[in-house]
Each structure stands twice: as structure tokens, then as C-alpha cells.
């Protein structure tokens, strides 16, 4: 994973925000598609997709998500990337699932390296890893 693509990634996280505004108007983007990896109790690795994050991740904490989560609880959103369509999330969500464990925790590593030069660019992070979903679009 380049870190141009996940600038380009932390950006469009940027906008998707709520509270976005374009020239003092609420910006009217696309539907955006999130590919995440939550870190479970265990350490383990879980990788899906979304349209709402938050909600996503409050069903998996709830034990309606995915069969995985229900055995291996979920504690954190450690990684985010956008896509503007389906299928594009559909094929990045493949694609890490095929991953090791350790090429998994690279792609994390890297993606909080380049938050750090988002935010030493003068961007505000709406994406970051938190020990509980609450709160992300706050």
C-alpha cells in the first residue's frame, strides 16, 4: 500500500465527515464504502466492508456482526480506507483477507504513518484508531 493512497484515503475520510462544509454549505459527496480491519481481544485480525462505519462496528460489538466477531470480540477500528463504489470495496476487502497476519499489521503501521503526515500537513483526522466506535463522527 503507497502512502499517496492513503492520503488520498485519510482525505476522503476528512470530507465524509458530517460536519464537513464546502464554503459553509454541508457537502453532498457520493456514498462512501469503508474497508476496515478491527483488532480483536485476542490480537486477532478481523477485515470487512461498510457503508457506516460506526454502526458496523456497534453490530459487531453487539455480537450481530459477522460470525468471527461473536467468537473473538472486537476492541478497535485499527484501519479505514474509502472507496466510492461497491465493488471497488468488495475487491480491497478480498485482496486484505489474502493477507498474512504480519503483511495486516504492515498495512497498519503504514496507514498510521501517513496519518501523522496528514496531520503534520494541517489536516484534521476524523479516522484513528479508538478503543470504542462512539464518538468517531463526533
Same mark, same amino acid.
Given at each position: 500500500?503507497? !502512502?499517496?493512497?492513503?492520503?488520498?484515503?485519510?482525505?476522503?475520510?476528512?470530507?465524509?465527515? /458530517?460536519?464537513?462544509?464546502?464554503?459553509?454549505?454541508?457537502?453532498?459527496?457520493?456514498?462512501?464504502?469503508?474497508?476496515?480491519?478491527?483488532? *480483536?481481544?485476542?490480537?486477532?485480525?478481523?477485515?470487512?466492508?461498510?457503508? @457506516?462505519?460506526?454502526?458496523?462496528?456497534?453490530?459487531?460489538?453487539?455480537?450481530?456482526?459477522?460470525?468471527?466477531?461473536?467468537?473473538?470480540? /472486537? %476492541?478497535? %477500528? %485499527?484501519?479505514?480506507? *474509502? !472507496?466510492? +463504489?461497491? +465493488?471497488?470495496?468488495?475487491?480491497?476487502?478480498?485482496?486484505?483477507?489474502?493477507? +498474512?497476519?504480519?503483511?495486516?499489521?504492515?498495512?497498519?503501521? @503504514?496507514?498510521?504513518?501517513?496519518?501523522?503526515?496528514?496531520?503534520?500537513? #494541517? =489536516? +484534521?483526522?476524523?479516522?484513528? /484508531? %479508538?478503543?470504542?466506535? !462512539? #464518538?468517531? =463522527?463526533?
Amino acid at each position: 500500500t503507497s !502512502y499517496k493512497h492513503l492520503l488520498e484515503t485519510l482525505y476522503l475520510l476528512h470530507r465524509a465527515h /458530517p460536519n464537513y462544509t464546502n464554503n459553509g454549505k454541508k457537502s453532498k459527496m457520493a456514498k462512501t464504502y469503508f474497508v476496515y480491519i478491527i483488532r *480483536c481481544q485476542d490480537r486477532s485480525l478481523y477485515t470487512g466492508y461498510t457503508t @457506516d462505519i460506526k454502526s458496523r462496528f456497534e453490530a459487531h460489538e453487539a455480537g450481530i456482526g459477522a460470525k468471527y466477531t461473536r467468537a473473538h470480540k /472486537p %476492541v478497535e %477500528v %485499527v484501519y479505514l480506507e *474509502c !472507496y466510492e +463504489s461497491r +465493488s471497488l470495496a468488495m475487491s480491497r476487502e478480498c485482496i486484505i483477507k489474502a493477507l +498474512s497476519k504480519q503483511q495486516k499489521e504492515q498495512i497498519i503501521k @503504514d496507514y498510521l504513518n501517513a496519518r501523522e503526515i496528514y496531520k503534520k500537513n #494541517g =489536516f +484534521s483526522i476524523h479516522a484513528r /484508531p %479508538v478503543s470504542k466506535i !462512539y #464518538g468517531y =463522527f463526533s
